[in-house]
């Protein structure tokens, strides 16, 4: 099995800024995709941003410039800066990540059990 923890959540004022970090563990071969989601409440989850092992990033038009995915392949870790917090990017923020568990298996995708960003006056 994979796990995947995130940290970081809490409160802000808008502008401000937090970081968010997923561990993820377990049986790993490979990861070939890490990234967020949040979701809204009563809205569906959206993508945030993703990371490829390569390096490779894409963002939701909603964070461009002001947020930033990285990861560190042998720490198995994923993080999201984010900067200039507005009241929208309140939500629930949850971390994936596509894992093969052997060579021979095919690609599944994996999720945290997210973390509560509040973003306030």
């Known amino acids: 099995q994979v796990q995947l923890v995130e940290s970081g959540g809490g409160l802000v004022q808008p502008g401000g800024s937090l970081r968010l970090s997923c561990v993820a563990s377990g049986s790993i071969f490979s990861i070939i995709a890490m990234g967020w989601y949040h979701q809204a409440p009563g809205k569906q989850r959206e993508l945030v941003a993703t990371?490829?092992?390569?390096?490779?990033?894409t963002y939701a038009d909603s964070v461009k410039g002001r947020f930033t995915v990285s990861r560190d392949n042998a720490k198995n870790t994923v993080y999201l800066q984010m900067n200039s917090l507005k009241p929208e990017d309140t939500a629930v923020y949850s971390c994936?990540?596509?894992?093969?568990?052997?060579?021979?298996?095919?690609?599944?995708?994996?999720w945290g059990q997210g973390t509560q960003v509040i973003v306030f006056s």
């Open positions: 994936y990540a596509r894992v093969k568990v052997t060579l021979w298996r095919a690609w599944d995708d994996y």
């Open positions: 990371i490829s092992s390569g390096g490779s990033t």
